[in-house]
């Protein structure tokens, strides 16, 4: 069963106005006239009137705050324990920070009566010193230097004496064995020659006899 | 009483920055709403969101009373929220429906836990029908329906006259209740007439 009027936009601009809480009260009264005769546009707003009661399932999320991290949500009693956490490690911080504090205080007292002795004892000495004065015996002092430059002198000449023999004794004892040497060389030289000659003499004997004999054959 | 909407921008446009400050405030959560439902991304609702009150307020000069401030703001809104339907449909990336699966459906808190459940699946039943609208009915859907603009504010908003407004939604909701009969949702069923 269709509405009569189906085409009206008229109308239908009406219904929705009535739908939303839009119409004046002349329009108002024209659609529930309207409604009230025409069973097919009652059940049509009726219809939509159901409709945007299911719409209205459709919920937008409710924006999350920035600095909250997407999906993690914090049971109560782990809130509750991080907040007593943090109460107890700030507690500790303020006992950890009063008592550093209180011994930076005392070791800046230690420190400045440490320097306050330090400067009592410089100015001891110093005065000390002024009363004092320094007294310098020259004489003995030059003595005592030439003493020891006499003895250095003295040590140094021995070292060097002593240097000196070793290296002589040294030089002749490589003279004595050089001339020994030299001697075996021409003895042994002299001796070769002797023996050449000794040869030579005994063959031109040989030969000698040998003409002798011949000389005496003829 | 504050100060209304137009008094607001008229402070903004004499120097009073701080005026738009309440401007933003006031109407933040209305924007990002109405973003979230054409995008079905939060981030994405959040991002159009701040874009559409940075587009305003640089724009804020040229702001003429012909329309009111918010519907102004809502067609800001809603360009944007279309600007980008359009890219995601040229650059065929992740569809409304994948997007919004990943993010939370907030259904009102019940005790009943099987009656929360038969609300989201309605919830979901709602925004699949929703998404599935073409752009123009579900535009006047979204800011009739969930925003409740009125029929005057959505045809400044979305530059069209009242009685195209009257028509999209009336073709929209008709959409919807076929949609959702088909999802065997029989919420839409018609209530008992009332005695003439």
């Excluded at chain 1, 782990?78 to 109460?87: F, H, R, S, V």
């Excluded at chain 2, 449909?89 to 009943?112: F, H, Q, Y």
């Amino acid at each position: 069963m269709d509405c009569e009027r189906v085409g009206d936009e008229g109308l239908r601009d009406g219904m929705m106005d009535v739908l939303y809480g839009e119409a004046d009260a002349a329009v108002r009264a024209r659609v529930e006239e309207h409604l009230a005769g025409c069973p097919a546009c009652r059940e049509e707003m009726a219809r939509l009137r159901a409709l945007r009661r299911d719409l209205g399932a459709w919920r937008v999320p409710v924006a999350r705050p920035a600095f909250t991290p997407r999906g993690v949500v914090l049971p109560r009693w782990l809130a509750a324990a991080a907040l007593l956490l943090l109460g107890f490690g700030a507690t500790l911080g303020v006992a950890g920070y009063v008592s550093l504090r209180r011994a930076l205080v005392a070791q800046e007292a230690r420190a400045g009566e440490l320097e306050r002795q330090h400067r009592e004892a410089v100015r001891a000495l110093a005065a000390t010193r002024d009363s004092r004065p320094v007294t310098v015996d020259s004489a003995a002092l030059l003595a005592s230097l030439d003493a020891r430059v006499d003895e250095r002198l003295r040590a140094n000449e021995s070292r060097q004496s002593e240097r000196l023999e070793r290296r002589l004794v040294d030089w002749e004892e490589r003279a004595e064995a050089q001339r020994r040497v030299d001697m075996a060389r021409v003895a042994a030289s002299l001796s070769y020659l002797d023996g050449r000659h000794g040869q030579q003499l005994a063959r031109t004997n040989e030969l000698m006899g040998y003409v002798l004999e011949a000389s005496q054959k003829r | 009483m504050g100060r209304s909407d137009e008094e607001l921008v008229e402070a903004c446009q004499a120097g009073e920055v701080s005026a738009f400050d309440i401007l933003v405030a006031r109407w933040e959560d209305r924007i990002r709403g109405a973003a979230f439902r054409f995008l079905g991304s939060e981030e994405e609702a959040r991002d159009v969101a701040q874009e559409a009150f940075l587009k305003a307020y640089r724009a804020l000069d040229g702001f003429k009373r012909e329309a009111r401030f918010s519907s102004w703001l809502y067609q800001i809104a809603t360009n944007l929220c279309r600007d980008r339907l359009r890219r995601r449909k040229t650059r065929a990336t992740v569809s409304l429906e994948a997007l919004e699966e990943t993010g939370p459906v907030m259904v009102e808190t019940r005790p009943d836990a099987h009656e929360r459940l038969l609300e989201r699946d309605l919830a979901q039943a709602v925004r699949r029908a929703i998404h599935a609208l073409p752009e123009e009915q579900r535009e006047v859907v979204i800011l009739k329906e969930y925003q409740e603009l009125t029929f005057l504010e959505i045809a400044q908003a979305l530059d069209v006259p009242v009685s195209t407004v009257k028509t999209r939604l009336y073709r929209g909701l008709g959409q919807l209740r076929l949609r959702l009969e088909r999802e065997g949702i029989h919420g839409a069923a018609p209530l008992p007439a009332p005695a003439p």
